[in-house]
């Protein structure tokens, strides 16, 4: 039945993507075709990953403005950069470059724009796929927001998560306070703490059913890997078909009547980005708390000593997260309960955060896919606000 429902997306998929042409381009061949310049940059974490920016300075036919506003859109779990410029017209990515912004895009380590190391083989050497989002958050961003600026000859930019893009910067924030001088402003988009109260139903069924243990027992480094089966991974969906089903529920959070379904052929065309076992056994974690923290991985007591150098996992003090934050709520987010939502309102400091509104009708990829992107001329507005170009500071200085 699962199977059966995965065979008819996937012929929808193919019959659409005939007159869907943004489903047979990839990311830069998209911002081409629809007359945007677009620039591929790699940089090397600290670990040695190598990740894979885009950027997107503006239309060809615009001039050059050397003091452009920079703004960096960072994607959410087992998702990608594409996920930003998909949503035609309406693209939160596009919408962005639009508005004046030298916009960037961030890939994850282990998505399929980004599965470079100076010396592992993700497909010959599992030691790759040894990370969850809290690398991300340690490595990923403090490489890729300095090497933006550096780039740029901006001082500050606009960081905008998207679910695990908001962790990575909320537990990096937590660690480091002071990065928070590299960002004008950090909105976050169906922003995650932690995930106690997740409806996601395969993540509840996996309390049960060690799935990702058992993947990692049989040498599965990567979870959903695009790289290996354009598209859709079958060979996963015919092994665990009930989870598949979830997965693109997941994917395409079909319960909410907001998002834009008619972009769903082109969509999942460019979907799932792909992570690691160890990051899916992080959430699944992270599902698991009995009180609320927001906690590294945790292998084990024995083997955190190793790691920590203490027996119990590292925790991230949430209440020295400094601001200025957004938070945009949808109030029918399944993975970023709203519930979930009122904790981390509440550990967050006050002062931290400047802006806060509850979308209605919002499931977590609405934010990304969804039908009327109103909500996005008040990400715009904020962003311009606490924008600090030069251009800015010479009319405040005004
Ligand atoms: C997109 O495809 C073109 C043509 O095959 C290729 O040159 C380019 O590197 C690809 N871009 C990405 C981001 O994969
Ligand atoms: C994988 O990489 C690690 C770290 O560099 C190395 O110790 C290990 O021998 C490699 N394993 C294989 C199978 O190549
Ligand atoms: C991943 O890292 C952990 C902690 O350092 C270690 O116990 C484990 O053996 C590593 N696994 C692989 C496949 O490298
Ligand atoms: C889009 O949503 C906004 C509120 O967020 C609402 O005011 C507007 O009427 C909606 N537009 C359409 C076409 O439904």
């Not at 960002?183 to 109260?197: D, H, K, Q, S």
Request: hydrophobic fraction near 40%.
């Amino acid at each position: 039945m699962n199977q059966k429902l995965l065979l008819i997306l996937f012929l929808f998929q193919l019959i659409l993507a005939e007159d869907k042409p943004d489903a047979k381009r990839n990311f830069t061949e998209v911002c081409t075709a629809h007359g945007y310049l677009v620039e591929v940059h790699t940089v090397t974490t600290a670990d040695n990953y190598i990740l894979t920016l885009f950027r997107v300075p503006r239309k060809a036919n615009q001039p050059a403005n050397p003091n452009q506003r920079v703004a960096f859109l960072q994607h959410g779990l087992l998702d990608c950069a594409d996920t930003w410029i998909m949503d035609l017209p309406n693209s939160p990515g596009f919408q962005m470059v639009d508005a004046g912004y030298d916009v960037w895009f961030g890939n994850s380590r282990g998505n399929y724009h980004s599965l470079g190391h100076t010396t592992l083989d993700p497909w010959k050497n599992l030691t790759y796929w040894n990370f969850t989002w809290q690398h991300m958050a340690d490595y990923d961003i403090p490489a890729v927001i300095p090497y933006v600026l550096q780039t740029t000859g901006q001082q500050k930019l606009t960081y905008i998560g998207h679910s695990q893009g908001t962790i990575q910067m909320f537990a990096h924030l937590a660690a480091n306070p002071s990065f928070i001088q590299n960002i004008n402003l950090f909105i976050a988009l169906a922003p995650i703490g932690t995930v106690r109260y997740l409806k996601i139903d395969y993540f509840r069924l996996l309390k049960r059913i060690p799935l990702f243990e058992i993947m990692q027992k049989h040498g599965a480094g990567a979870f959903l890997p695009y790289d290996k089966a354009p598209g859709l991974n079958y060979d996963f969906c015919e092994l665990f078909a009930g989870a598949c089903d979830d997965v693109i529920m997941l994917l395409t959070d079909l319960t909410t009547g907001n998002d834009n379904t008619e972009m769903f052929p082109t969509i999942l065309a460019h979907e799932a980005g792909g992570t690691s076992v160890y990051n899916m056994m992080h959430w699944q974690q992270m599902t698991n708390y009995l009180v609320y923290k927001v906690q590294k991985y945790d292998y084990g007591q024995a083997e955190n000593l190793v790691v920590y150098g203490q027996k119990e996992a590292p925790v991230y003090n949430f209440a020295k997260i400094p601001g200025p934050i957004a938070l945009f709520f949808g109030t029918d987010d399944r993975l970023a309960d709203p519930t979930d939502g009122a904790w981390l309102r509440g550990i967050l400091p006050a002062k931290s955060i400047v802006y806060q509104e509850e979308t209605l009708d919002f499931g977590h990829l609405t934010f990304v896919w969804g039908k009327n992107m109103s909500y996005w001329d008040t990400v715009i507005g904020l962003a311009n606000q606490y924008s600090s170009s030069s251009e800015n500071l010479f009319l405040q200085a005004d």
